[in-house]
């Protein structure tokens, strides 16, 4: 059985990295195919994350990306899609296996599924407002045979969307099962790899990215955010630079900007899992609009301050707090939650997802009628 892996971004392959190890292990055919901000300098070249991991990438598309105005990122897509289908007309895979929403994920899908390569994807069934990756997420789902989903409710959706129930399996989230198995940094350690003055005795995470359709409304809720930090000097807040989306350079700047003059801040394009989950592991609190905050954080017991809409739609653990983007809403949530533990579990983690993912794998390796590409629409009765 010959499957093919896809990755456009670090987080994407953070999730599927498990997956693809436990497959090799057993002996299956896998490729990986590496693209979208894994090769670009400004998202911090994270393929070699994937080179540290002694993985081998199979075929790199590199795309050149110089602004992400819509019809820049318009341009990769279809270049994308071009350069994907070059790829598998040369092979002939089993299975083709995507992870998330990104518009690249989406580029990548259309050509397996022209190919008549059946589609595994993951993370199918979640909503997320006031971005593209909504719609994204959905289309590859509708282009998809076999789901993986990270909650009940989401295969729920996705038998609203008019898929099989049994080609539905629930195995929870890959960022909650990742979690559980990546040994990560003291906070010593961390500070001393990241550079932060051990005079900061406490860590927040700022991970905060444009909402598409409020793009203005974006733009303050950052300048609140900024307001906010000055109120707090003896906090280190670390921000992670948001990943390719429309005028996603406009916030960039912006970011880099305020950091570059204020001394407790610190700005990172790619930190890797190990890095990522040990900064999540030794903050205090989480700070934007990140999904990483919904789907992650609560694993390490922390609470998230979540801004605005992006995000709404998703199943919250009790740990999320929505919070006006305001700095005096900031200020004092902040304050609250800044030293309380989370006793709340994460919604998304079962403790057998990679068992569940694998066995599905080998049921589909030994049975090769449930790899048939040909789907209906079902109703709901």
């Known amino acids: 059985m010959k499957i093919c892996f ?8 953070g999730l599927i990295k498990d997956i693809f190890k436990e497959l090799k292990k057993k002996n299956f055919h896998v490729d990986l195919v590496v693209s979208g901000s894994h090769f670009l300098r400004e998202y ?8 540290s991991d002694n993985i081998k990438i ?6 050149n990306l110089k602004r992400t105005t819509s019809y820049n990122i318009t341009k990769m897509f279809a270049k994308t899609v071009e350069k994907i289908n070059l790829y598998l007309k040369k092979k002939k895979f089993d299975l083709f296996v995507v992870v998330g929403d990104r518009y690249e994920t989406f580029a990548a899908s259309i050509a397996a599924y022209i190919n008549n390569i059946p589609i595994c994807h993951f993370h199918g069934g979640e909503l997320s407002f006031n971005s593209l990756d909504d719609n994204f997420r959905h289309s590859i789902s509708k282009l998809s045979k076999i789901h993986f989903v990270a909650h009940k409710n989401y295969k729920k959706r996705l038998l609203q ?23 990560i940094y003291s906070k010593d350690k961390l500070k001393e790899i990241l550079k932060i003055s051990k005079v900061y005795k406490k860590l927040i995470v700022v991970n905060y990215y444009p909402e598409i359709h409020t793009l203005k409304k974006s733009e303050e809720s ?12 003896n906090v280190c807040f670390v921000f992670t630079l948001p990943s390719i ?5 406009i916030f960039k700047k912006k970011i880099i900007d305020f950091s570059l003059n204020n001394q407790n801040c610190k700005v ?4 890797g899992q190990k890095k ?18 919904i789907l992650e954080m609560p694993s390490f017991a922390k609470y998230t301050l979540n801004i605005g809409e992006r995000q709404k739609g998703r199943i919250f653990s009790k740990s999320i707090i929505q919070t006006e983007p305001n700095p005096k809403s900031l200020i004092k949530n902040i304050n609250k939650y800044i030293d309380k533990i989370s006793r709340f579990k994460n919604p998304f983690y079962k403790s057998n997802t990679i068992r569940i993912i694998m066995n599905k794998f080998i049921q589909m390796k030994k049975n090769r009628n449930l790899l048939n590409n040909y789907k209906e629409f079902l109703d709901i009765k």
């Open 6 to 13: 896809f990755t456009g971004s670090r987080a994407e392959y």
């Open 44 to 51: 911090g070249f994270s393929y070699k994350e994937i080179l």
């Open 58 to 63: 199979s075929k790199s598309i590199r795309i």
């Open 161 to 183: 969307l008019g898929e099989n129930k049994n080609n539905i399996i629930i195995s929870g989230g890959l960022g909650a099962d990742a979690v559980k198995k990546v040994e």
């Open 222 to 233: 950052l300048t609140s955010i900024f307001k906010t930090i000055l109120h707090f000097k």
């Open 245 to 249: 989306d429309t005028n996603v350079d």
């Open 268 to 271: 990172f394009a790619n930190l």
């Open 276 to 293: 990522y989950f040990s900064l999540l592991n030794s903050s205090n609190l989480m700070l934007g609009n990140s999904s990483s905050g």
